[in-house]
């Protein structure tokens, strides 16, 4: 089903396979595609099975993020696997604060779609991201999001081109929940 979410400056809609083409100029960057287990993409089939994977299923909640002034397309943000969040940002629009525009809207959208934790419900009572450890800008936008510092787990993925690599754990628990 198709979701949408306004913000003052953006819109987040329903990641969509079409919007690979889009999104092909943000993930073949080293600079963002570094931050994750991925190498940077190479071609639109990449790029398609790129999106395709954070498009289907059932735990998945993903959007496209579009600067509503300009319509144009600059990152995806949402849940690849409950409870995570995650998001990507194109370079030339760092440091705009879109990020955690995008995260601080999608936060409630996300505590609606997942399904809480309780008697014999196998649900979640916060969501959860992860970073790199020196990836201090996203670290920065978890913590103005109001997302708490769980624990740095060592080397704990493998990228691509930089090795192993620690990861900062951060959560928020659902409203009235602690």
């Known amino acids: 089903p198709f979701f949408s979410i ?11 396979i079409s919007d690979a083409e ?26 398609e099975r790129w999106v395709s994977d954070r498009c289907l299923g059932p735990d998945v909640f993903n959007f496209g993020i579009e600067v509503r002034l300009s ?8 849940s690849f696997h409950w409870p995570y969040v ?12 879109y990020a955690t525009e995008a ?7 996300l505590f609606d779609h997942i399904p809480s934790a309780g008697k014999g ?9 992860m970073s790199d450890s020196e990836n201090m800008g996203s670290r920065r936008v978890l913590e103005k999001c109001g ?16 090795g192993w690599r620690d990861t900062t754990v951060y959560r928020m628990p659902r409203p009235g929940k602690t």
Request: aromatic content about 10%.
């Open 71 to 78: 319509g144009e397309f600059i990152g995806v943000i949402g």
């Open 147 to 162: 997302f708490i510092y769980c624990e740095t787990l060592l080397q704990d993925f493998e990228n691509p081109t930089l």
């Open 121 to 129: 419900n196998s649900g979640f009572d916060y969501i959860e991201a």
């Open 6 to 16: 306004e913000t003052e400056r953006l819109y987040l809609r329903t990641l969509q």
């Open 22 to 47: 889009k999104l092909l100029p943000t993930i073949s960057k080293e600079e963002v595609m570094q931050w994750t287990t991925h190498r940077p993409v190479t071609s639109l089939a990449q790029a």
């Open 103 to 109: 995260l601080r809207a999608l936060i409630p959208a």
């Open 86 to 97: 995650g998001y990507v940002i194109d370079p030339d629009h760092a440091g705009n604060g």
